[in-house]
Structure formats: structure tokens, C-alpha cells
């Protein structure tokens, strides 16, 4: 697990890159790193993200977890938690059919 943040900006090696079935010549599972402009927007997020939320939320928490789960790869961590919170099916809507206002990360 990565105790420090600037480890989310280290350069991943090719190496490391996730693929679909086929290895290296397939396509990446992950968004590419040299997508610089989307690997900063995933990590404006991700800090976003654990700094607005309470230390003890549920979201945070799971997040981390995803990021512990994909060392060097903060897109796919961030990907697999919007995955998991569509999965629980999403913040609670109230009566009126709208999502909850309160807390824009649950």
C-alpha cells in the first residue's frame, strides 16, 4: 500500500501496465499513463475525494482500499470504486426521484 501521495504520481513502468487477455501486444485493461491530462483529472479526484470526506466514511475508506488493491494504478483504483458503488446501486434517492445533495460522494 502506498503511505505516501506523491507515490500516485510516479511514472508506471510498461511493465506494470494491466491487459486484457492476450498480454502485452493486447489492449491495456487501465487507461494508459501517457494520457496525462486524464491521470491528473483521476488524481484531482482521488484527492478530492479524501480530503472532503470524514476519515471515518465508508467511501473513503473503500477508495483507499482500491487504491491499496491497484498499487500505481489510481485510474483503475478510482474505476473499481465507481464500479463497486454503482454495484450497491448508488446513493439513496429520496421521494422525489433526485439524488441526495448532502454528501456528493456517497
Known sequence: MHTKYRDLHEPIPPERWGYTAGGPN?????????????????????QNVLST?????DVR???????AENPGHPEQALLDHLRERNRRGGPPQPAGGRGSRLDPHR
Open 26 to 46: 493486447a489492449q491495456p485493461s487501465t487507461v494508459t499513463v501517457d494520457d496525462s491530462e486524464l491521470h491528473q483529472q483521476v488524481l484531482d479526484i482521488i
Open 53 to 57: 470526506a470524514d476519515p471515518r466514511s
Open 61 to 67: 475508506r473503500r477508495l483507499l482500499r482500491h487504491l
